[in-house]
């Protein structure tokens, strides 16, 4: 149920944003994912996680009575593309794969889980006087997302967390998919197929840990994919600023990844005169 709850919410945010800025659904798939961990972000530093997600709940029945409201205008086209199939089988096999999953490694116990379940138990950031975590220089990019999967669960569940990071990076590595148009489909295939691949032969726990260094290569990638391949848009260009944000707050070298970027942009818009189509 859980699940359910949590991919319904994401669900309708992601049309809702599709519909209003008329882009395809992978594409903000990963924009509602940021949209979610920055609002749970601004809440936490009040110490107000808990409204936080509330919030998000009240926001997402907002934008479905939104769409209902104006259902005339609605384009089903952009919800029916490669990229959303792909985050359908990629989240289905995430879903079965780590059902019954518990924590196995020290650094993921010591820190990530035993942060999440702070959260949890405390709705408040693992930065917190009320936490007992010990490495609280780490910033709380990943676990917001976890605490925000983990939130309607009556219990602390680890797979969840499994569950949830998977699916943002799966939400990161499907917005490309976006390119491709309905009658290529064999393209589509062998992309969604190399772009699953890839991060696996980058950082071997890609897929079955909590770790963030490999979110955050992804990230660097996703922001760098919108700057030099999508059209600079005001949609895009927010995803930018967006991702950057989150980059930045997902670890202390997030930071570092954060100014590379920045600067590469830098040096294309001055030494390359960077003009899009």
Known sequence: MTNLIILTI????????????????????????????????????????????????????????????????????????????????????????????????????????????????????????????????????????????????????????????????????ASPLSIFKKNQWKQALLAGFFLFLIPLTLYDYIYTGAYVDGLMGLIFAYILYLYFIKKPDKFNLFSIFLALIILTLTKMTGIIFSMAVVIIIIIDIIFFNKTKK
């Open 10 to 173: 994401i669900f309708v945010f992601s049309t809702f944003f599709s519909q209003l800025f008329k882009k395809k659904i992978e594409e903000t798939v990963i924009f509602s994912v940021l949209i979610i961990i920055l609002v749970l972000y601004i809440c936490g530093l009040f110490s107000i996680l808990n409204i936080g997600w509330y919030f998000i709940c009240a926001l997402s029945l907002f934008f479905l009575f939104f769409l209902l409201r104006n259902y005339k205008n609605f384009k089903p086209k952009l919800l029916l593309t490669y990229g959303f199939i792909f985050i359908i089988i990629t989240t289905s096999i995430s879903l079965v794969s780590h059902k019954y999953r518990v924590v196995t490694t020290f650094d993921e116990f010591n820190h990530w889980f035993l942060a999440v379940k702070n959260m949890y138990i405390n709705n408040e950031l693992f930065t917190s006087s009320n936490s007992n975590v010990l490495s609280k220089d780490y910033t709380p990019t990943s676990t917001i997302f976890h605490y925000f999967w983990m939130k309607p669960s009556p219990n602390f569940n680890e797979s969840l967390v499994f569950i949830s990071m998977n699916f943002f990076i799966f939400s990161l590595i």
